[in-house]
DNA sequence: ACAAAAGAGTACATAATCAGTACAGATTAG
DNA sequence: CTAATCTGTACTGATTATGTACTCTTTTGT
């Protein structure tokens, strides 16, 4: 099955939590009262999705995180990849394993690069703004996820 | 990270030598000594592949297995499917969780399923023809993504 | 200056999952 | 009936993710 961690999951319930309670500031521990979410958690998420630019840290007392951007522009790529690190699949494919003896399977090094991309662009049609919307309706807008895929061609 | 599990990979490197090697019969042990992967995991990798009719299984002696469709029709989708089981993501995703207390989370609950849609329809634009060819030119075909994608327009 | 509140970074134990293997059953040809 | 081959199940070890704890740094308010 691919899987997509759970964090990458309560990172929609976060951002979602906050950007309908649009309170400019809020502490992670706000965030862990109102989704129910226990509080390291939601701060290690946090935390990952400031470095990642999709939200935005203020320290000291009274801080807290603040979203930056529209929902519209946060894709679930850009989520996805700062939780999980980069969208890519096993083995070969995201260039480790040096020690691959296997000749013949390894010719094929790679082989994945083409998937990742076609994953990588599909997930990027998908923004943090369609999540919200799917409670209701279920409709995904679908710019051209085409574009990115070709390798170089 | 988005994964796709090793017998998926595998899967790869087994069809295409059974593309290449176009005996009408191999058996397992044959095309582990082929792509030197071991004869347990070929065989449990055959075995689902043949469950899910992208190749065909002859029984008894003289028995093994054979290519029934075109490398061309052979969807990546397909295969992961397959191997993995149905293109889904983690939690509430797939159906599962039945416990699911966090009310406000689940009140998102169906959320991921525009991705797995996404997903999906972005694995069923390459084939395993297309993983042959990038090996040497780098690349993909790409029919319509969009289509699959929406969910109840 | 100091204390309190909040984020940042590191590290770790547990739990879940997967990979790989082994073994016993079923099927077919000769 | 025997050898070769696929089928199904079950087990074990290793890897990975998860959730948590602890400590450090930053900033504000008094």
Redesign the interface.
């Known amino acids: 099955?691919?899987?997509?961690?759970?964090l990458a999951?309560?990172s929609?319930?976060i951002l979602?939590?906050m950007s309908t309670h649009s309170h400019d500031l809020m502490s992670a521990s706000t965030v862990s009262e109102?989704?129910?979410?226990p509080e390291p958690t939601v701060s290690k998420v946090m935390k990952l999705l400031s470095k990642a630019q999709i939200i935005q840290s203020t320290r000291g007392i009274n801080g807290g995180y603040s979203l930056i951007k529209d929902p519209e522009k946060i894709t679930?790529e850009s989520v996805?990849t700062a939780i999980?690190?980069?969208?890519?699949?096993?083995?070969?494919?995201d260039g480790a394993e040096p020690d691959c003896s296997?000749?013949?399977?390894c010719?094929?090094r790679?082989?994945?690069?083409?998937?990742n991309?076609?994953?990588r662009?599909?997930?990027e049609?998908?923004t943090l703004a369609?999540?919200?919307k799917?409670?209701g309706?279920?409709?995904?807008k679908?710019h051209?996820?085409?574009d990115a895929?070709?390798?170089?061609?």
């Open positions: 099955m691919i899987k997509i961690s759970k999951d309560y929609v319930v979602s939590t109102l989704t129910k979410l679930m996805i999980d690190g980069p969208i890519a699949i096993t083995a070969c494919a296997l000749s013949h399977s010719s094929l790679g082989r994945w690069d083409g998937v991309a076609a994953l662009s599909a997930l049609t998908v369609d999540m919200l799917i409670g309706a279920q409709t995904i679908t051209e996820t085409k895929i070709h390798g170089s061609h």
